[in-house]
C-alpha cells in the first residue's frame, strides 16, 4: 500500500486546533483518553475471542494489557487490544467518533474562548493527544486473522497519512512526539503518577517503563464493604463518566438465585445529554469482568437513565438478541432488584442528610416523577417518599415532601393542596393561593412540565387527597367585609362573554383580587393547556369558570353600573375583567384585541377626568 494523504473533516480541524492552541492546564487527561481507548480496544478483543478462535493472539502471548514507554522526548502507549484494519484507522481516527467530543465542540463553538475550561469535563478521545504531542503515530494490526498492519501519522495540521505498517503483534501502538513545551510528559514518574490518579482501576495492568503502575481491580465484584469511598469514586470517574464526585453509591453483590455484582453511582449533577433522546444510556454489562455491553439499556428503566456504573452476571444469556435479553426473567429480576436498590439508598440519603439529597433531586427529580407515573405500581411506594415540591410558603428554592407537609398541614385542613403553574413566581402570584396565604396553609407549587402527568397519578397520600387550588368550587369562606350579591351580575356577565366562559359565579377563593378563572371539576388544567401548545398540540382551549370576588370594590361598582342601566360603561370593564383574569393566570388569547380594549377605557376615564 502505498502512503495517501488525506484531509481531516472540517469539525476535526477545529477540534485540533483547539487542542494545539490550547492553554488547558490539565493536559495530562490526554492520557487518561489514549489508556482509556486501548482498554476499550482489550475488552473488545477479549469478547470478539468469546465466539472466534481464529483471533491473532496477543503481543508476547503473556496475560494482555497496556504498555507505556517513554524515552527522550517520546511517548508511547501500546496495546494488546483488537487493533484497526487501514479502513477502519481512516475512519476512526479521522473523524470524531466520540459522542462527548462533538458536544464538547457545539459547546466550543457556543462559548468561544471559554472552551480550554471545558477540555477536562469531557472526554475528547484520541484527539487529544495534540494538547501535548507535535506529532502522532499509529501503528496498528487488526486481531483479524486476515488484516494488514496499519501506520497513520499526522502533525494534526489539516492532513493524516496513512501507509503500510510494520506491526507484527495485534493491538496498537501510538507513538507521541511530545511538544517542547510538553516534555515533562516523557518523566516516567510523571506518567506513572496520571496513571495512579486517572486509570488506577481500569481492569487492564497498564506498566509503565516496565513496572505495573495502576491496582487493576474489578472493584465491583469486591465485597462492597472492603471497597473504599476514594476507591469507588475514583472508580467513577475513570470509567470516563464525570469529572466530579458522584453524589451516591450502590454496591451489591449477591450470590442466590441469581448471581450479579453492581456498583452504581448517582452522578452529582445532569450528565450534558440526559434528554438527548438517542443519548447511549444504562450501566456497563460485564460477565465475569467482560464487558458484554457498554451501555446495557435493558437494566434501568428510562427514567434512571442518569445512574451509571457497572453490571456483572454470568447468568445473563449472551447469545440472543438484546430484544430478547430485556424480556429473560433473569434481567427482569436484576433490573427489579437494582432500581429497589437504588431508590432505597435515595431514601436513606433523604432520612440522613436532606441538604444533599435535595441537590440530587434538584438534578434528577423530574426523572423521579417520571417514574411515579410510568411504574407506580411497581416503584410507587419506594419513589413517594422521595418526591419533593416547591412550595408557596418558604424561599424559593425551597422544597417539602408529602410527610413533611402533611405533618405540617393547618386546623381544618383536610386536602395537600397544589398549584400547576409555569414559574414559582407565577403561582405564588396566582389569585387561587390567596386565601392559603392568608390562612397560612401552604401549597405545593409545580412547575415541571411533567407533574401534569404526576398528579394523575398522585391522587392522595396516606389518605389525604392531593387537590388542586385552581380547580372546582372551593368553599374556603373568609367572614368580615361587605359583600355584593352577584345573584343578578353573574348570569348578565355569562350573558355577555357567551361562550369564552363555562360560567360565572361568586368565589370563595379570594381575598385580594377581584376575579379569577377556575378549572372545571373535570377536564384539562389551565396549565396542561399551556404544556400541550407548547409543544405545538392543537387543543381546543377548556372553557373555565369565572369567579367574582363578592367583597371587591371593583365588583360592587360593577354591579351598581348594571342595576343603573350604565350597560355602555359596565361592557367594556366586564370585558376587560376576563382579560386580567387571563392575564394572571398567563394565558390571554388576544393581546391586541385585550390592547384595543384597554385604550377604549383609558379613553373614557380621561375623558372623565377632564370633565369632572
Ligand atoms: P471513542 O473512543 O469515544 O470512540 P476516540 O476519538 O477516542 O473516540 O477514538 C475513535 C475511535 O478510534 C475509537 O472508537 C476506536 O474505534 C478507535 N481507536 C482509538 N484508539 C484505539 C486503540 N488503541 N485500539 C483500537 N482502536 C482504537
Known amino acids: 500500500m502505498s502512503a495517501k494523504k488525506h484531509g481531516f473533516k472540517a469539525e476535526v480541524q477545529q ?3 483547539l487542542m494545539i492552541h490550547s492553554v488547558y492546564s490539565d493536559r495530562e487527561v490526554f492520557l487518561r483518553e489514549l489508556v482509556s481507548n486501548a482498554a476499550d480496544a482489550l475488552d473488545k478483543v477479549r469478547f470478539l475471542g468469546l465466539t472466534r478462535s481464529d483471533l491473532r493472539p496477543s503481543s508476547e502471548g503473556g496475560e494482555p494489557g497496556i504498555r507505556v514507554t517513554v524515552a527522550e522526548g517520546t511517548l ?5 487490544g483488537i487493533g484497526m484494519t487501514d479502513e477502519e484507522a481512516l475512519k476512526n481516527l479521522g473523524t470524531i467518533a466520540h459522542s462527548g467530543t462533538r458536544a464538547f465542540l457545539e459547546e466550543a463553538k457556543e462559548k468561544g474562548t471559554g472552551a480550554p475550561t471545558l477540555i477536562g469535563q469531557f472526554g475528547l478521545g484520541f484527539y487529544s493527544a495534540f494538547m501535548v504531542a507535535e506529532e502522532v503515530v499509529v501503528e496498528s494490526l487488526s486481531a483479524l486473522p486476515d488484516a494488514e498492519p496499519v501506520r497513520w501519522t499526522s502533525k494534526g495540521e489539516g492532513k493524516f497519512e496513512i501507509s503500510a505498517g510494520s506491526r507484527t503483534a495485534r493491538g496498537t501502538r501510538i507513538e507521541l512526539k511530545l511538544r517542547e513545551d510538553a516534555k515533562e510528559f516523557a518523566e516516567s514518574w510523571r506518567i506513572e503518577s496520571i496513571v495512579k490518579k486517572h486509570s488506577n482501576y481500569l481492569p487492564w495492568p497498564i506498566q509503565v517503563n516496565g513496572t505495573q503502575a495502576n491496582a487493576a481491580r474489578a472493584l465491583w465484584l469486591e465485597p462492597p464493604s472492603q471497597v473504599t469511598d476514594e476507591a469507588a469514586n475514583q472508580f467513577y470517574k475513570e470509567i470516563g463518566m464525570d469529572w466530579r464526585e458522584p453524589a451516591v453509591r450502590v454496591h451489591l453483590s449477591v450470590d442466590s438465585p441469581i448471581q450479579y455484582h453492581a456498583l452504581l453511582f448517582v452522578p452529582a449533577g445532569k450528565p450534558y445529554d440526559l434528554f438527548h433522546p438517542d443519548a447511549p444510556r444504562g450501566p456497563r454489562l460485564y460477565a465475569r469482568r467482560v464487558l458484554i455491553e457498554e451501555h446495557a439499556r435493558e437494566l434501568l428503566p428510562d427514567w434512571l437513565r442518569f445512574v451509571r456504573g457497572v453490571v456483572d452476571s454470568e447468568d445473563v444469556p449472551l447469545n440472543v438478541s438484546r430484544e430478547m435479553v430485556q424480556k429473560t426473567p433473569v434481567v427482569r429480576k436484576i433490573r427489579e432488584a437494582l432500581v429497589k436498590r437504588v431508590l432505597k439508598d435515595l431514601g436513606k440519603l433523604a432520612e440522613s442528610d436532606a441538604a444533599k439529597f435535595n441537590t440530587v433531586w434538584a438534578e434528577f427529580g423530574v426523572l423521579l416523577k417520571e417514574g411515579y407515573y410510568h411504574d407506580k405500581s411497581a416503584h410507587g411506594e419506594l419513589l413517594l417518599p422521595l418526591l419533593r415540591f416547591r412550595r408557596l410558603l418558604g424561599e424559593e428554592e425551597d422544597v417539602i415532601g408529602l410527610s413533611a407537609y402533611k405533618a405540617a398541614m393547618g386546623e381544618g385542613q383536610d386536602a395537600i393542596w397544589y398549584l400547576t403553574a409555569e414559574s414559582r413566581a407565577a403561582g405564588i402570584a396566582s389569585p ?5 396565604r392568608k390562612r397560612g396553609w401552604d401549597v405545593l407549587i409545580l412547575t415541571d412540565a411533567v407533574d401534569e ?13 392531593l387537590k388542586s387550588v385552581a380547580r372546582g368550587d372551593l368553599k374556603l369562606e373568609e367572614d368580615g367585609g ?13 350573558d ?39 409543544v405545538n398540540q392543537d387543543v381546543a382551549a ?35 375583567l376576563l382579560d386580567d383574569a387571563l392575564l394572571l393566570e398567563g394565558t390571554v388569547k388576544e393581546p391586541a384585541a385585550m390592547g384595543r380594549r384597554l385604550q377604549d377605557l383609558l379613553l373614557r376615564a380621561t375623558d372623565q377626568a377632564l370633565g369632572g
Open 15 to 17: 477540534l485540533l486546533n
Open 76 to 80: 508511547v502507549i501500546e496495546d494488546d
Open 432 to 436: 387561587h393561593v390567596e386565601i392559603f
Open 453 to 465: 402527568w404526576l398528579i394523575q397519578a398522585l391522587t392522595e397520600f396516606e389518605g389525604t387527597p
Open 482 to 494: 361587605e359583600k355584593t350579591d352577584v345573584s343578578g351580575l353573574a348570569p348578565w356577565l355569562k
Open 496 to 534: 355577555l362573554l357567551g361562550e369564552q366562559v363555562a360560567a360565572v359565579r361568586e368565589s370563595s377563593r379570594l381575598t385580594d383580587s377581584a376575579c379569577v378563572l377556575v378549572d372545571e371539576e373535570q377536564g384539562m388544567s389551565a396549565n396542561m393547556e399551556r404544556i400541550l401548545r407548547q
Open 542 to 576: 377548556a372553557k373555565r369558570v369565572l369567579e367574582l370576588n363578592p367583597r371587591h370594590p371593583l365588583i360592587r361598582n360593577l354591579e351598581q353600573l348594571r342595576t343603573r342601566g350604565k350597560v355602555a360603561d359596565a361592557e367594556p370593564i366586564a370585558r376587560l
